[in-house]
């Protein structure tokens, strides 16, 4: 009994902290970037929801309140036009699809001199791309404290996946678990097992297109 309201009570923290995010989960996941910063990401795998999660561990969500509950989520994650799938799973975790992000009715873009894009979104973000005056283009993916990510392995949560940097550009550094060769390309691979696995980080420093000027992007 006291074990279960010591591991009732960790989970809670837990999901108290993580409580503005998705994690991401079984997923496979890859951003083509040329060296001048024309980008696209595609993304299919789970996304669990956590303030949902929390309730469920805290017993909040009624049984006739469950569907709404998760058909709220999957109406926020729509929102998004990037989101071509939304499924929902059960227990705050959706099945998605994503192609994007979506401007001008395309799937991805070009970055701006100095431009920060976040998905899923600002406020709610699991994957970073920030262009600098400088010409750098930092890519990183939302890591957890090591006591967080402790945590969810002790709670059997799962965050696993593949995620793929798919690039000419010139990386001057990464925490890739491989780097192939694939003709003009390279391809960097993440192999996320546990949620203390590394997440992914790169630094580009991208080529300036003598045929475009970056004021011409937005």
Known sequence: ??????????????????????????????????????????????????????????????????????????????????????????????????LGPVRRGKAGGRLGQDELVSIIRRDVHILRIKSNPDNQVVILADSLRPTDAQAMQQQGMTMQGEFRLTTDGNIIKHNATEVRDMGPYKVYVWKIENPLSPMPHAIMIRDIDPERSLRDTQ
């Open 1 to 98: 009994m006291m074990r279960a309201l010591i591991r009732g009570a960790t989970l809670a923290v837990l999901l108290l902290v993580l409580n503005s995010c998705y994690v991401p989960d079984k997923f496979k996941a890859e951003l083509r970037m040329s060296r001048y910063g024309d980008y696209a990401l595609s993304f299919e795998g789970d996304l669990l929801y956590v303030p949902l999660l929390h309730d469920y561990a805290e017993n909040k969500v009624p049984k006739e309140e469950d569907a709404a509950r998760q058909e709220n989520v999957r109406q926020d994650l729509v929102r998004d036009t990037a989101f071509t799938d939304v499924r929902v799973m059960g227990h705050g975790r959706f099945h998605v699809k994503y």
